[in-house]
T-cell receptor, first 113, second 108 residues
Framework: GAGVSQTPSNKVTEKGKYVELRCDPI?????LYWYRQSLGQGPEFLIY????????DSGLPNDRFFAVRPEGSVSTLKIQRTERGDSAVYLC???????????FGSGTQLSVL | RKEVEQDPGPFNVPEGATVAFNCTYS??????FFWYRQDCRKEPKLLMS???SGNEDGRFTAQLNRASQYISLLIRDSKLSDSATYLC?????????FGKGTRLHILP
């Protein structure tokens, strides 16, 4: 939705496995955000990109989480050695032209068994 | 302490009533403010920006008090379709931070 495509929509994995979540915004938007949302909670900031670089990655919970955006468009969130506590909806958003109103994708529901 | 705090509710309000939500933020360097709406199992969507002078969009009125670091949202003549979670959002140096959300149930 809103010019942001996230794939897969659902991902089930086993504890300890590696996963990649993809975010594909419509072109022409330099700012891109990743959030994680657990049930009953608000979206928790993870990282945001300006162009290809991570402008603020202070929300990444630990070094198992990493995100890239090599060409300034598509972004991938990578989680190593997944844990059950990583289960959540991972949301990606592009910023509008003013740089601060966010337009979200439909999210990826990650379930770690 | 969370940077953005909201009463999680739920607020159960009869149709047609007026309801108000509040939100506080802890960092005085925060620059801009928003309300988002999130329906069950859907992504958040921007409802409105919040300006110091107060602003209105139809039945919705948002207010900001920078001195008290307090944001409010007022919904008049509530409709069944207003049932959702309302998220208070703060932008601090392009780090956009969401509150936990306030759940609203409009009762027929």
């Amino acid at each position: 939705g809103a010019g942001v495509s996230q794939t897969p929509s659902n991902k089930v994995t086993e504890k300890g496995k590696y996963v990649e979540l993809r975010c594909d915004p419509i072109s022409g938007h330099t700012a891109l955000y990743w959030y994680r949302q657990s049930l009953g909670q608000g979206p928790e900031f993870l990282i945001y990109f300006q162009g290809t670089g991570a402008a603020d990655d202070s929300g990444l919970p630990n070094d198992r989480f990493f995100a890239v955006r090599p060409e300034g468009s598509v972004s991938t969130l990578k989680i190593q050695r997944t844990e059950r506590g990583d289960s959540a909806v991972y949301l990606c958003a592009r910023a509008g032209q003013d740089g601060e109103k966010l337009f979200f994708g439909s999210g990826t529901q990650l379930s770690v068994l | 302490r969370k940077e953005v705090e909201q009463d999680p509710g739920p607020f159960n309000v009869p149709e047609g009533a007026t309801v108000a939500f509040n939100c506080t933020y802890s960092n005085s360097a925060s620059q801009s403010f928003f309300w988002y709406r999130q329906d069950c199992r859907k992504e958040p969507k921007l409802l409105m920006s919040v300006y110091s002078s107060g602003n209105e969009d139809g039945r919705f009125t948002a207010q900001l008090n920078r001195a008290s670091q307090y944001i409010s949202l007022l919904i008049r003549d509530s409709k069944l379709s207003d049932s959702a979670t309302y998220l208070c959002v703060v932008n601090r140096d392009d780090k956009i931070i969401f509150g936990k959300g306030t759940r609203l149930h409009i009762l027929p």
